[in-house]
């Protein structure tokens, strides 16, 4: 204690005057062995010399008086206390030593089982007070500043959040189109659309939409409706037990809507080799679709 005190002293000096001579040395005349300078460091040196005498009278005092050994022998009974309780298991759970047992026997017995009357353990009145004191900073954080979203306001906020991540998914998927949004797509559209046509569909419906296994897709007979929402449909949909399948897991929305166009765009192209009329006359209407009749040819949907 003696030497951490005389220490600390001495470096607050040092600190001191280093702390003054910062704007001296910018001076001329100052140096190391000017006046001030001396002069301070001499008053620092007695100042500790002070204090050495201090603290040594106060030693001498103690030892003379019996109070030093008497602080030791406290220490030593401390120490060899705190061995007794052995580890920091029975000081955090303040635990007696077995000889003590009679004086907490509350004089309860349960078939030899006896009651003590054992402190709370510090463990446990800590974590109580900790959470108390963490109840008041929640309940302080939630429910009177308001600063943390509670509950719901994070339960709106996080569907808040999905919604629109669904939107850009679905952007991006452009599964934005359905059977009832859809519309005749522009050439670029309807251009991808016969890649697509010519990969995937084109060994049952014939290159040109003529027909083979699968009808004919440029007549004006239709089996499940030839409306654009109708192809669209039925692209998405399949016809699974006539050997037509669901496209939807194949291809996007977006895609659909193409393959639908170019189907659309090749109506009345006549190609050759074209598979006889299957299914019910279908004449567009303007009212049903979103396309002119005269205008579904490719040339004019361009425009669209
Ligand atoms: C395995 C053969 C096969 C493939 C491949 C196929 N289809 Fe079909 N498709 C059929 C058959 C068979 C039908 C007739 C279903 C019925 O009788 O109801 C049909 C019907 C259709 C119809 C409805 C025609 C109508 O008259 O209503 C459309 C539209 C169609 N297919 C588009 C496509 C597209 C687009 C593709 C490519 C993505 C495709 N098909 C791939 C066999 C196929």
């Not at 103690?62 to 580890?87: C, H, N, P, W, Y």
């Not at 509350?106 to 510090?122: A, Q, R």
């Not at 522009?186 to 995937?200: M, P, Q, V």
Request: charged share 20%.
């Amino acid at each position: 204690m003696v030497k951490s005190l005389i220490i600390g002293f001495l470096l607050l000096g040092s600190l001191q005057s280093f702390g003054q001579n910062g704007p001296e040395t910018a001076a001329p005349v100052t140096g190391v062995f000017s006046d001030a300078t001396i002069f301070r460091y001499l008053l620092f040196g007695i100042i500790t010399l002070e204090l050495i005498t201090i603290f040594a009278l106060v030693y001498w005092i103690r030892f003379f008086t019996g109070i030093e050994d008497l602080q030791r022998e406290k220490d030593v009974e401390r120490k060899t206390k705190l061995k007794d309780a052995s580890s920091w298991w029975s000081r955090i759970n303040k635990l007696k030593p077995m000889e003590e047992e009679a004086a907490l026997d509350v004089g309860h017995s349960y078939d030899g089982i006896k009651e003590l009357d054992n402190v709370t353990p510090p463990w446990f009145t800590i974590a109580f007070i900790a959470s108390i004191i963490f109840g008041i900073g929640y309940l302080w954080h939630y429910h009177v500043s308001k600063a943390g979203a509670n509950q719901y306001e994070e339960y709106e906020i996080a569907v808040t959040k999905a919604n629109l991540e669904k939107e850009a998914y679905l952007k991006l998927k452009g599964d934005a189109v359905n059977e009832n949004t859809v519309v005749m797509l522009d050439a670029a559209g309807i251009e991808a659309g016969r890649a697509l046509f010519t990969s995937n569909c084109a060994a049952c419906h014939g290159k040109d939409g003529q027909g083979g296994v699968g009808p004919n897709l440029t007549d004006d007979y239709w089996l499940h409706g030839g409306s654009i929402g109708d192809v669209f449909k039925t692209i998405r949909l399949g016809v699974v037990e006539k050997g037509m399948m669901s496209w939807k897991d194949v291809f996007s929305a977006e895609q659909i809507a193409q393959l639908a166009s170019y189907i659309k765009s090749t109506h009345g192209s006549k190609p050759a080799g074209a598979k006889e009329p299957q299914g019910e006359l279908y004449k567009e209407t303007p009212k049903t679709n979103n396309v002119d009749p005269a205008k579904t040819d490719s040339a004019q949907t361009a425009k669209l």
